[in-house]
């Protein structure tokens, strides 16, 4: 597995110029989190994120491309990035 394929929230919000809660919103809106901002069993099944541990919690990244690919297919729009052609 290629950590560069995995991201935070953070990481995808500044995609989108919003913050890791507002993706966090949109993601139990896709019905990939719950209510306490764990992954669904659909967003586990979906292989959009992996733990990884971090003291006494445990965090998620999320797979970017197929994250991105479910955020845009939402009607979400990404900042334009200036210099860059190409996809996710």
Do not use: C
């Not at 290629?2 to 935070?8: A, E, K, L, P, S």
């Not at 896709?30 to 292989?47: F, I, K, Q, V, W």
């Amino acid at each position: 597995m290629n950590d560069t394929h995995y991201g935070t929230l953070t990481q995808i919000g500044s995609l989108y110029g919003v913050t890791r809660n507002k993706v966090g919103g949109w993601l139990r809106e896709a019905g990939l989190r719950d209510r306490r901002g764990n992954p669904t069993s659909e967003g586990l099944m979906m292989t959009l994120e992996r733990p990884t541990p971090n003291g006494r919690r445990t965090f998620y990244v999320w797979h970017l491309r197929e994250t991105i690919a479910v955020l845009d297919s939402l009607g979400h729009r990404r900042k334009p990035t200036y210099g860059y052609v190409g996809g996710p």
